[in-house]
Each structure stands twice: as C-alpha cells, then as structure tokens.
Nanobody, 125 residues
Framework: QVNLVETWGGSAQPGGNLTLSCTAS????????MAWFRQVIGEEREGVATSNTWEGVKFVADSVKGRFTVSRNNAKNILFLEMNDLKPEDSAMYFC??????????????????WGQGTLVTVSS
C-alpha cells in the first residue's frame, strides 16, 4: 500500500516563492509516476506537473510553465514542486498523486487512484 504525505504548503505574497514536497511510502517499486495537482473549491482538480522514475519531468501545465519546477529524488521517493513568482490565482489545495506504472504519467486526475491529503497554498498581499 502506498502512502503519500505532502508538506511545506503555506502562505506567500504575490511574487514570492514556496516549495512543496511529497513523500511516498512505497513497499517496492520498479518505477512510478508522481504528479502534482491543485484544486480550488468548486472547481475541477487541475494537473500541474508530472515526473516519472526513468524519464524525469514528463508534463508541466502551461499555467505554471516557467514559474514552477518539479523535481524528484528517486532513491527516497520524494517529489518536489518549487513555485516561484507566485500569483493569487495559484492559491489552491495542492495534492500529490502516484501511479505504479511510470509510463502512465498524465495531467488527468482520473488517471490516478492514489492521492495525498493535500497541502494548502495561499497567495495574497
């Protein structure tokens, strides 16, 4: 059973920076896909970025491209999301997702059935 724990959410001012982390407790793995999503209440969950074991960063949403960087520590099964130049519209609950098949990386939320509890990011002045 895979357990995901997101940490390091919080508040920032517009133009500020935050870095999120997601640690996956995985019994054993031959490779996986990990992804970041975000969701505002009343809206659909939006894919932010994905990374798999063997290819690294796979997809990055246009809305965050150039501002957000996803990276991964494969040895420790930790996924990071470095968020720079934050905007108020980046405020959301951020979720980590996991798929056992590294080839299935996608920005579609319905492709994942393993999720973390989420961490809140608030961007305001």
């Amino acid at each position: 059973q895979v357990n995901l724990v997101e940490t390091w959410g919080g508040s920032a001012q517009p133009g500020g920076n935050l870095t999120l982390s997601c640690t996956a407790s995985v019994p054993s793995s031959e490779g996986s896909c990990m992804a970041w999503f975000r969701q505002v209440i009343g809206e659909e969950r939006e894919g932010v970025a994905t990374s798999n074991t063997w290819e690294g960063v796979k997809f990055v949403a246009d809305s965050v491209k150039g501002r957000f960087t996803v990276s991964r520590n494969n040895a420790k099964n930790i996924l990071f999301l470095e968020m720079n130049d934050l905007k108020p519209e980046d405020s959301a609950m951020y979720f980590c997702a996991y798929d056992h098949d590294w080839r299935r990386c996608s920005l579609l939320a319905e492709r994942y059935n393993i999720w973390g509890q989420g961490t809140l990011v608030t961007v305001s002045s």
